[in-house]
């Protein structure tokens, strides 16, 4: 059957395979792939790729599927309209997963950048930045104010400019209140405007997070902030060039950022004690260096910034691997009894969690360290093999950098539930995120919540499937779709669309792994 069958109204129209040809075009480029890659892909040659793009090659419904398949992305639909409202998955478990699979460049720190770019007057451009939701929430934002952005053909670099006035009554204020890191915001403009209204910051359901860390930093700079009517008003009465020690009550990463954003133009040196040293931050300083900023203290909890009025630099800035992803792939593979190499891990940031999944058991082939493309960040290629886990002896805690990963501690609770023996989950930092880790019980997990931080996981489990609605946070909502995987049977994971957030094809990537993942709408 060819698509014009399909297209019954439109049966002979050549612009029906311009329009496919576009659609496989746009496909491609937002997965980052050249046009020999997806033939690659599809085991047919490029010029066959130059053809269907330009709407010269007649298709057939198997050669539109595999096209789908290989750009994972539905590139037509048959039947009354095409898919809209919210995602689910139809998972398959109970298969190990094989082969290898290589982790992208970190959301936290695309966020940072994407709004430190707002401090450079010349030409920001942001190699192999993650292509997920968070990034273009942020991007429409920018867009919005008035800075172009613009991705390089296959879609991976994007380069920033900046324009000398920025449109803020024109802002995208829905985009910018479904991220929380529009309040980096805050850093960049204090030295533009004196007066300004941002809305306010959104994001996952994790409970409070107040922005009241952000004040704190940010007042030795001049800034007072009203929150009124959705938005944050600013005003900015700057006293004069002085140096500055700015001691933070939380060690936090956006406001270490932000204190590094509003410190980097001023005509001063400010000191950031009790700031975190963990990986976006390390990558915000990198890209900041290469700025003309001065910052000593890199990786540590001291940092020393002598700032500069103008920074005008075309810099080009390679965001590292993001451990966070790592730690969600190695899980994938450790909860389906899989041998699996995770490629490119920031084991830099990974130490303390590969340290207790060796305690636990799990037998880990650690590739000698080389550095990530930002020529700083520590990164190794790790092997996992199927092995016997048993519960850790003591709690399972997070810690600023560089202890455990607040972000990498939900996983624990998945690999907790698939080892032997009870594991102690305390997640002191978010009030409602181990909440959703009891969402596990669903598939026949024993997660017992002791209090909104504490949860108590006594395993083995034998995974069993089930249909569950995606709970309102991040990684709790990669952890049900990781224990999935582990389960006998078919699954269903509904209202999946909060994963694109923060993941880059999760779903294609795993089942090029071997998955059998199958995403669908209502
Ligand atoms: C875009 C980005 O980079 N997001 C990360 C960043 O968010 P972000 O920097 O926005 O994190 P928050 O400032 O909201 O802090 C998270 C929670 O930790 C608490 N807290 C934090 C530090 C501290 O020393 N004491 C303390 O109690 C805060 O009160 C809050 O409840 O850091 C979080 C905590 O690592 C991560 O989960 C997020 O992925
Ligand atoms: C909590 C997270 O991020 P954000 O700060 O963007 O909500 C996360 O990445 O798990």
Redesign the pocket.
């Known amino acids: 059957m060819t698509v014009t069958d399909l297209l019954p109204e439109t049966a002979g129209d050549a612009s029906v395979m311009q329009r496919i040809g576009v659609l496989v075009r746009d496909a491609r480029r937002h997965r980052g792939l050249t046009q020999l890659q997806l033939a690659e892909r599809l085991g047919t040659s490029q010029s066959a790729v130059a053809r269907i793009e330009q709407g010269g090659q007649n298709l057939t419904l198997e050669l539109l599927g595999r096209l789908s398949a290989a750009l994972g992305s539905e590139l037509i639909s048959v039947g009354p309209s095409t898919p809209s409202g919210p995602t689910h998955l139809r998972v398959t478990g109970g298969r190990t997963l094989h082969g290898s699979v290589t982790v992208k460049s970190s ?3 695309a ?2 950048l994407l709004c430190a770019a707002l401090l450079n007057r010349g030409r920001t451009t942001l190699r192999n930045l993650a292509r997920i939701v ?1 990034v273009d929430r942020i991007l429409d934002v920018l867009r919005s104010i008035g800075v172009e952005a613009t991705w390089d053909a296959a879609g991976r670099d994007l380069t920033l400019v900046v324009p000398d006035e920025l449109d803020l009554a024109g802002i995208d204020a829905d985009a910018a209140r479904r991220t ?2 529009i ?2 915001f805050l850093g960049p403009l204090l030295h533009r405007y004196e007066d300004f209204r941002l809305p306010y ?1 959104g ?1 996952c359901d ?6 009241e ?2 004040m704190i930093a940010l007042r030795p700079f001049g800034l007072q902030v009203q929150a009124h009517g959705g938005e944050y008003q600013a005003t900015v009465r700057a006293d004069g060039a002085h140096d500055r020690t700015i001691v ?10 932000n204190a590094l954003l509003a410190a980097a133009r001023s005509d001063s040196t400010t000191t950031i004690r ?1 700031a ?1 040293s ?1 990986y ?1 931050v390390q990558d915000l300083c990198l890209y900041l260096q290469r700025l003309g900023v001065d910052i000593q203290g890199l990786g540590t909890t001291t940092l020393v910034v002598r700032g500069r009025p103008v920074l005008d630099a075309d810099v080009d800035y390679t965001i590292s691997e993001d451990p ?1 992803e790592a730690m969600s792939l190695l899980t994938a593979g450790i909860v389906t009894d899989s041998e699996v190499t995770v490629c490119r891990a920031p084991v830099e940031f990974l130490e303390i969690e590969l340290a207790v999944l060796a305690e636990m058991g799990l037998r880990i082939e650690r590739s000698p360290d080389y550095l990530a493309d930002n020529g700083h960040t520590r990164l190794a290629d790790l092997t996992i093999r199927p092995s016997a886990l048993a519960a850790p002896i003591d709690k399972i805690h ?1 810690m ?1 950098f560089p202890g455990l ?3 990498n501690l939900p996983f624990f609770a998945v690999i907790a539930a698939h080892a032997a023996g009870e594991t102690l989950i305390h997640d ?4 409602n995120r181990a909440i959703h880790l009891s969402d596990l019980t669903r598939l026949g997990a024993n997660v017992r919540l002791l209090d909104p931080h504490r949860v108590l996981v006594t395993g083995p489990t034998r995974w069993s499937s089930a249909e569950v609605v995606c709970p309102p946070a ?2 709790p909502a990669v952890c049900i779709l990781l224990a999935m995987l582990a389960a006998k049977g078919t699954s269903v994971l509904r209202n999946v669309d909060i994963i694109a957030r923060g993941y880059e094809h999760l779903y294609e990537r795993l089942v090029e792994m071997g998955a059998d993942i199958e995403v669908f709408h209502d």
Do not use: C, F, Q
């Open positions: 959301k936290n720190a966020v940072a968070e929380r890191s309040i980096m910051a994001g994790l409970g409070t997070r107040t922005v860390p952000h933070l009550t939380e060690r936090g990463d956006t406001v270490t950022e009790n975190s963990n976006m966070v997070p600023p990963n607040i972000d002191w930092v978010y009030d991040l990684r």
